[in-house]
Each structure stands twice: as structure tokens, then as C-alpha cells.
């Protein structure tokens, strides 16, 4: 069983940056594909961004495309979101999520798809 924590969340004006990080313990990150979503109050979770097993296949949501990157590092079973050019819409709770990778590097990009989550950590961006 995966256990995943994230951090780095926090209060950030708009324009600006912050890293998220999502650690795995439990079974080697080396071997789960990954994703971050995202939820406000009262919204259903959306999709962000995945991330292949292997780091090497990625895929974004149209709404952060060329302001938000992925990497992971299988060495120490970590993910790393950098999220630049933030938006106040890009404000809520990110969620790590991990699942086991199947035959092929490919990403995940449904909850359901997934079933490992982290507790989450809020993001506030100010106008």
C-alpha cells in the first residue's frame, strides 16, 4: 500500500510561483504512474497534470498548460509540481494521487484511475 504526503502549499499573490511535492512511502515511487488534481469548495476535483511511471510522459490540463511542470524523481520516490504564473482561479486543495503502472509508460488522467491519494495541501493565490 502507497502512503503519500504533499507540502509546499500556501499563500502566493498572483504572478507568482510555488513547488509542490508529493513524497511516497510504502512501495517505490519508481513504479507509479502520479497526478495532482485540485478542488475548491462546493466543485468537483479536476484534473491537473499526470506524469508517467517512468517521468517521461506527461499531461496537462488545457488551464495550466505553460504555467505549471512536473518531475519525478524515482531516486527518492518524490514529485515535484512548480507552478508558476498563478492565477486566483488557481486557488484550492491540491491532491497528490499515485496508482501502479501498467504494461507501458503512460499517464493517468481519471480519479477513478487512481488509488493512492495524499491529505492535500491548500494553495491561495491573492489578487
Known amino acids: 500500500q502507497v502512503q503519500l504526503v504533499e507540502s509546499g502549499g500556501g499563500l502566493v499573490q498572483a504572478g507568482g510561483s510555488l513547488t509542490l511535492s508529493c513524497a511516497a512511502s510504502?512501495?517505490?515511487?519508481?513504479?507509479?504512474?502520479m497526478g495532482w488534481f485540485r478542488q475548491v469548495p462546493g466543485k468537483e476535483r479536476e484534473f491537473v497534470v499526470a506524469i508517467s511511471w517512468s517521468g517521461g510522459v506527461t499531461y496537462f490540463a488545457d488551464s495550466v498548460k505553460g504555467r505549471f511542470t512536473i518531475s519525478k524523481n524515482n531516486a527518492r520516490n518524490t514529485v515535484t509540481l512548480q507552478m508558476n504564473s498563478l492565477k486566483p482561479e488557481d486557488t484550492a486543495v491540491y491532491y497528490c494521487?499515485?496508482?501502479?503502472?501498467?504494461?507501458?509508460?503512460?499517464?493517468?488522467?481519471?480519479?477513478?484511475?487512481?488509488?493512492?491519494w495524499g491529505q492535500g495541501t491548500q494553495v491561495t493565490v491573492s489578487s
Open positions: 510504502g512501495r517505490t515511487a519508481s513504479f507509479l504512474a
Open positions: 494521487a499515485a496508482r501502479p503502472a501498467e504494461t507501458g509508460d503512460r499517464y493517468y488522467v481519471r480519479e477513478s484511475d487512481y488509488t493512492a
